[in-house]
């Protein structure tokens, strides 16, 4: 039921205005684009556009270089792909192993990466939970996240810090998804603590493709993707979705637009655009006390409370340009915009706080411009040749952002919390080197952040018991400096000979622009990482091993929930993970990985809460044409979730969670039908767990000690799409 | 081939090594321990020349919820601000801090004969002080309406030295719980329960019971409002220190 005031017909159009913008920009960039563009322009459409790119191969010295032009990136059957890592934990997941496994939703998409943990406790449309390497990273703070070279975090979010918010993704668009694990390459940006997730964006055929989705709950999907040419980077796509959701609370509904083209225009200048606008309503349940279940008062899918969900609106644009090489150096330039504005209802406590309610709507309106500039080029230092890459940028975000406590009986608001606006600068610059020396690689880089704040707080100091006045500006600023280095010894001479590495990498995160004062050195959070592993990249099985950990001088914990910040001290987290990507056999795809994570704070020797200490994932999916299925090609496949019990507050420990979820697929010609059943096993599994003191019932006696909170994962569900190949 | 497998093997060895290494377990953990109460009687005289003879005591108890603060405490003479020592202009505002533990029933309790009220819901660590509801009771509650319908009743008999004597029947309604009622312990998961004495001598210790007027047809006097009895008598039952708040170890979880 939505019970969210309604806005007025304007401001309901309105979001739908820069979708049909970007459709009308898209629809004549694709009309310009060359159909036959070669396949190795189409392969890297995005290339390092973003200031968290995929590793870079090394400018190859002149003679390799036409050879490297000659492979053929788009899809082979090397495990690894075009882009040699340069750390153990690296990895890229093409789009056959996307395809292994249902990839409804961004959910689908993260959960593919080893060790993250992707947890979607408030609705269809609120950013998702991140946890990764021992980090809790709630909706961003400790992963960077990056569609094809637009940034996804955004700073100062009223709701969390480096709220990264990936649903306006459409699943069917995303070629691959390159994980940095850790913060060791220059490349990494602000909140590339845990790590960096990167997805480029392309369509694998050519042509018109439908899918219309039909499913349990309500469910309701339509897809349409072109893809005029050849090139896998130049398409349009639109999803339209929408759902009653499997309990009260959660019903949503989205669109979302993806375009991109790539357009060479002679003379080695080659073009890139890629635009989206994405919008969306959704209801969210809350949480459920678990006392409350175990009492009978609740059910596990109930929803204590109305009124929550928000919506959301994001369009962006992406300009770049592949200058012509000039040697062996090539230099990127890219521009970007992005508007983004949530309105966020939560509430976690009930009528713990105030007798009317402690709901809180959040709303933060923000603009993002930046730019950037890459150049790679190989030098030679005594002799020996030297991969160089340079990176510059800047980001400037202006946000607006307010909290208003509202009523629970009727949704009006009685209190104002936060209504500030500002402006957060970050210039960056970063460097990186690497210099083979036979069977050894040393690689040493560096990166600069500087960021500047302007704050203006409407409500700061409005007590008239101690000031006459209200409202208060303040500016400041800040730098960061980082160090990133690495080692790498091959035992072999062949390509796909083991490899070990040794790396390090200081990384950062941003702070709240509100939380500083006047004059105030921006504190950033630094983070030191490093990483010991070994890996091989063959052409039929990959293997990755590595053994991390990182240290935080003053940590802290912020609990969104409750909108509190525990600041720990120092934390130490550690662990081991450990991948497999397999293609041993025509049309069989594995992907394997498990993390085991330990994150503590060093001063009172106990846990974090929250973390991920055991996570593992299993992808598995087959295609062919058995002789008994007369021509059609036939799909199976499958997607194990692990998730080991994480520690909670009170030596507790939350509910382990095993998830399957599965497809088949059949296709003949232009048809194809596709049945998906996630969470096959119909497991009760928590997504969220969470322990804090609340009260849902107004009229018992509040109860003040920490309860545990949950909020549900989904059920079976199951869904049958038709596809249309034309 | 062998030098491969030890590279293998010892990160393996670290790796195991890191993650059993510090970090075990969290500050706190969760428990439960009993919660009774029961009252110790007045001796002497009060301050206004009455001794009491206790008929029976009720009261109507409960949420009692414990917090990490402090309770404020009169601060004893020191001889060191005569010589220019600090000076304390007042010692400060209560702050209940963080709850450690909560039992939200609510329950009448014969104060002579004490009762257990139940268990509390809690964690460990640093225990300040409580906070005791006094509710009105409902039918549900006192069932028996020993209460008539007030958070406390005491029936009995004071007299005093001019031969006086008074059978009385005193009652009182609370509008706010009674915060910060001092109970400072250091809980971990040894064994007890609390034990909260009601001090019916600091209930009854400010009474001048002759300004208790309102005598029914068996010569008991009910205390009039605004009286100084009635006032008195909800100064005594919103006095702190007239809750003695106890751990007693040994009992059973």
């Known amino acids: 039921m939505c019970v969210t005031p309604r806005r007025g017909a304007c401001a309901a159009v309105c979001p739908y205005v820069p979708v049909l913008l970007v459709t009308a920009l898209s629809s004549c960039v694709l009309a310009l684009a060359d159909p036959g563009l070669p396949q190795e322009v189409a392969s890297d459409p995005t290339g390092a556009s973003t200031d968290a790119p995929a590793p870079q191969p090394p400018e190859p010295p002149p003679d390799e270089a036409s050879a490297t032009a000659e492979e053929a990136p788009v899809k082979s059957t090397v495990v690894r792909g075009a882009l040699p890592a340069r750390s153990a934990s690296e990895v890229t997941l093409g789009r056959d192993i996307l395809d292994a496994a249902p990839r409804r939703n961004a959910v689908d998409l993260l959960r593919a990466v080893p060790g993250l943990v992707a947890s979607q406790h408030s609705g269809e449309g609120k950013a998702q939970q991140l946890f990764l390497r021992g980090f809790d990273a709630l909706h961003g703070q400790d992963v960077e996240l990056n569609v094809g070279g637009l940034p996804v975090n955004e700073v100062s979010h009223i709701h969390a810090l480096g709220y990264a918010d990936v649903n306006f993704v459409i699943p069917e668009v995303v070629q691959s998804l390159d994980v940095t694990e850790g913060s060791y390459r220059a490349s990494q940006g602000d909140f590339a603590v845990a790590g960096t997730v990167r997805m480029d964006l392309g369509v694998e055929e050519p042509g018109v493709h439908l899918i219309g989705t039909l499913g349990q709950y309500g469910q309701r999907r339509l897809v349409a993707t072109v893809r005029p040419g050849e090139d896998a980077g130049t398409f349009a796509a639109v999803e339209l979705g929408e759902g009653k959701g499997f309990g009260a609370q959660r019903s949503y509904g989205r669109a979302s637009l993806l375009a991109q083209a790539t357009a060479s225009l002679g003379g080695g200048l080659t073009v890139r655009a890629l635009g989206g606008s994405y919008v969306t309503r959704f209801d969210s349940p809350g949480v459920v006390r678990e006392d409350d279940l175990l009492a009978g008062r609740d059910t596990f899918f109930s929803a204590p409370l109305g009124r929550q969900g928000g919506s959301v609106s994001r369009h962006q644009l992406l300009l770049g340009v592949d200058l012509p090489r000039t040697g062996t150096g090539r230099t990127k330039l890219e521009v970007f915009g992005i508007l983004s504005d949530l309105r966020l209802r939560n509430n976690f406590t009930g009528f713990r706080v105030d007798e009317r309610g402690d709901g809180l709507e959040q709303t933060n309106d923000g603009m993002t411009l930046g730019a950037r500039a890459e150049h790679r080029r190989t030098v030679f230092i005594a002799g020996r040749p030297v991969a160089l890459e340079l990176g510059l940028g800047a980001r400037r975000d202006s946000v607006e952002q307010a909290q208003r406590r509202y009523r629970e009986s009727d949704g009006t608001f009685f209190s104002d919390e936060i209504d500030a606006r500002f402006t957060q600068t970050d210039v960056w610059g970063w460097t990186e080197a690497r210099m083979p020396l036979g069977r050894w690689s040393l690689r040493l880089g560096g990166r600069a952040d500087a960021l500047g704040v302007e704050v203006f707080d409407a409500l700061a100091f409005r007590d008239p018991r101690y000031y006459d006045g209200q409202g208060y500006a303040r500016s400041a600023f800040g730098v960061h400096l980082g160090a990133k280095a690495g080692i790498e010894y091959a035992l072999g001479d062949d390509a796909d000979a083991w490899r070990l590495f040794a790396s390090y990498g200081d990384g950062f995160r941003s702070p709240q622009a509100r939380s500083l004062s006047e004059g105030e050195r921006a504190p950033f959070v630094s983070i030191r990482g490093a990483e010991v592993g070994s890996r091989k990249d063959g052409e039929h099985w990959a293997v990755q091993l590595s053994l991390f950990g990182s240290q935080v001088d003053n940590d802290f914990f912020f609990d969104h929930t409750v909108g509190t910040t525990v600041y720990t001290g120092e934390t130490l987290r550690s662990g081991l993970s450990a991948a497999l990507q397999a293609r041993p056999l025509p049309g069989l795809v594995t992907s394997v990985s498990a993390t085991l994570a330990h994150a503590y704070v060093r001063a009172s020797n106990t846990l974090l809460p929250y973390f991920a200490p055991l996570v593992a994932r299993a992808d598995v999916g087959w295609d062919g044409q058995p002789p008994w299925a007369w021509g059609s090609t036939l799909s199976l496949g499958t997607g194990l979730t692990f998730i080991g019990p994480r520690p909670l507050p009170f030596d507790e420990r939350s509910a382990t969670v095993f998830l399957a979820d599965a497809h088949v697929a059949i296709r003949r010609g232009e048809l194809g039908l596709r049945l998906e059943v996630s969470n096959l096993l119909d497991a009760r599994w928590r997504d969220g767990e969470f322990v804090y003191s609340s009260r849902f019932d107004p009229g018992a006696p509040a109860s003040l000690v920490p309860a545990r909170h949950f909020t549900a994962g989904s059920p079976r569900m199951a869904s049958l799409s038709l596809e249309v190949h034309l | ?253």
Request: one cysteine or more; hydrophobic letters at 40%; glycine letters at 12%.
């Open chain 2, 1 to 253: 081939m062998m030098k491969r497998r030890h590279i293998l093997t010892g990160a393996l060895a670290l790796a195991a090594a890191s993650t059993a290494l510090g970090g075990c377990g969290s500050e706190s953990q969760r428990r439960t321990f009993p919660v009774e109460v029961t009252s110790t009687p007045m001796t002497g005289a009060n301050e206004r020349g009455w001794t009491v003879t206790v008929e029976s005591a009720h009261l109507s108890v409960g949420p009692v919820r414990f917090f990490e603060g402090r309770a404020l405490q009169a601060r004893r003479f020191d001889w060191y601000t005569l010589i220019g020592g600090t000076a304390h202009a007042h010692p400060g505002h209560y702050s209940p801090g963080d709850a450690l533990g909560e039992l939200l029933s609510t329950q009448t309790v014969d104060l002579l004969t004490g009762a257990t009220l139940g268990d509390a819901s809690a964690v460990t660590g640093e225990y300040g002080s409580l906070e005791l509801t006094l509710p009105a009771p409902t039918t549900s509650t006192d069932a028996q309406g020993v209460l008539s319908g007030h958070a406390m009743r005491v029936r009995g008999t004071a007299r005093n030295a001019d031969g006086g004597e008074v059978r009385f029947d005193a009652m009182a309604s609370l509008a706010r719980p009674i915060e910060g009622v001092r109970f400072e312990k250091s809980l971990g998961m040894e064994p007890g329960r609390v034990r909260i004495a009601v001090n019916l001598g600091t209930w009854l210790g400010r009474i001048d019971f002759a300004t208790a007027t309102d005598p029914d047809a068996d010569g008991v006097y009910t205390f009039p409002a605004d009286s100084q009895a009635q006032n008195a008598l909800a100064r005594g039952v919103e006095d702190t220190t007239a809750y003695v708040v106890t751990w007693v170890e040994g009992a059973a979880q």
